[in-house]
Each structure stands twice: as C-alpha cells, then as structure tokens.
C-alpha cells in the first residue's frame, strides 16, 4: 500500500513549485504555498461531518451551533497556517565544505516580515532523507541547520527543500519548497594511510617548535598535559617554577605536491594522496606548492585560505 502512495506522491511533487533551481532569496508567496489537511485534519473533518449529521438528524440546534463553531475553526486553522508561511523568504544557504564521506552541514537562513509570529516551522527535504530542522525565527529571521551524506567530491548539488508548518492547531500542513541554485563544495576524502609527506625543498631556513626536536628554543612555564621528561629540573629549581623545555625542529622551505612526481596509481587515488599531504602539511605548519595537471602551480602558501585553495582544485578535477 505504501509503494502506490508514494509512486503518486512523487509524480504529485513534479507539479510543485519551483520546477527548477532558482536564485535566491526566494520568496514563498500565496501562489507557492500549498495546505492540506493532516491525519489528525482529516479525523476531526469526520467527526464533525458525524456531528452534524446528528445534529440535523434529532434537530438538535446546540449541537448544531458546536458544529458550526468547530467547522469555522478548522477553516481559520487552514488560513491560519498558510500565513505562517506566506511572506516568508529563503535569503541564504551555506556549509563549510567537508570530505567526502562526512556529512555536510547545511544552514538555511531565513527571514519574514514582522507582522506576524511565526511558529512551528521546519525545513526538510521532503523525505528523500533523514534531513530535517526546526526553523526559529527571532526578530524577523533565523536558521535552520540540516545535515546531508556525501558520498563524491565536487559540487554537492541540494535537493528541493521543503519549509513546512503544522501550527496553530494541528489540523492543517502547509508547506512551501525552496530550490536553491547554490551547489556547495565537497572536498575528496583524503587517504586513509600512506607514505609521509615528501622531504622539503631548498634551504631550511623554516623551524617550528616541535616536542622532539634538536635544538632548544627556549624554556616555557609549564602546562598541564606537558611531558614530565620535558621539564627542565635545574632551572626550575634557580626560579622556583616548573619551566619545560621546547625545542626547534629545522624543516625545509617548501613541500612541493606534484601530481607528476607521484607513483603509477589509480586517478582517484592520487587525488585522495595530494588531499592528505596539503592536509598534513597544513598541520604541520610547512609551506607547500601544489601541481596539478592543466592547471596552474598554485602557493607555495600556508593557511586556511591556501588549503580551501589547493582541495577545491582537487575536489574539482574531472571524475576518472
């Protein structure tokens, strides 16, 4: 039963608007919104079809007036909630971009006229998936946040997204879809395990402090969580406080992580190797210069900035 429902719900959905990713912000008017009794509508529309019947049966007119009464509500429930949501408008989405693998954090921003409070609103996917957030809106605006799966790197195209209330009484859903031209960047998951990263080029004219170094760089006070056979006991005792020792690690100028340079492998798995060097040098704090086939040389560099740089070139290489 379930399986003939759901095949006329999604040719139903075609007819919705929009038809097609639009540029946001997106303004869900009269015309896009649609408002249908719930289960809980549609057993009070029943009850009240029996009462009436009753009422007009027996020509019972206090019973009749009830029922009128309680018909006149639901009708005010089913405006009530399409204005929840008219006037309402999707202003902007975002994520920070994730690998691939990891879910993507999807925050949908919106906004509404202060002339009336809205509640109860949530935002989905139209259940195509697990994908679903409340919607509160303080003074005026606010966001949701829904997660989505990545399975692939590149442009993680969003479904149609649904903005939804039940309020004020239950016995209604309108709802409005929100189909957002704004596809958003999945980086490629980096390799799990592989060789380090390759030996720094020209001089080592670069250090970072490093617990295992060569050289001390100079003595520190001491911190919870500081080894204790870093601590350096003679000085401590002159000063009367715990000082530990940090050292310098020499690295070399720049790492370069060249596409050509790697070993014969499978095409997405030099990209999951590039993706895990910029990630280690990254962590490591060295300087790195990525090469890629077709493309231009791009750092060398260091920092968030040249990071998103280097895995959106690789997120957006041709698929092999």
Known sequence: MAAPWSGLRARLRKFARPRDPEALPALLHRGRVYVLPTRFGLFFAVLLCAMLMGALNY???PALLLALLLAGAGLASLIAAQMQLT???VVALDAEPVA???P??????AKAGPERARRGLRVDDDGDSDADARLDLDGGSGQAELSFATQRRGWFELPRLRVSTTRPLGLARAWGYVWA?????????????????PAGSGDQVLSRLHPSGDDVHHLRAYRPGD??????WKPSARR???LVREYEQPLGADVVLDWGQLPAMAYESRIARLARWVDEAERDGRRYRLRLPGQPELGPGSGAQHRHACLRALALLPHG
């Open 104 to 109: 993507l954090q999807v925050r949908v921003h």
């Open 181 to 197: 031209d704004a596809p958003l960047l999945v980086y490629p998951a980096p390799e799990a395990h592989g060789p380090p990263l």
């Open 100 to 102: 691939a693998g990891q």
């Open 87 to 89: 006037g309402l408008s």
């Open 240 to 242: 009367d406080a715990l």
């Open 59 to 61: 020509n019972n007119n």
């Open 227 to 232: 080894a204790r056979r870093a601590i350096a």
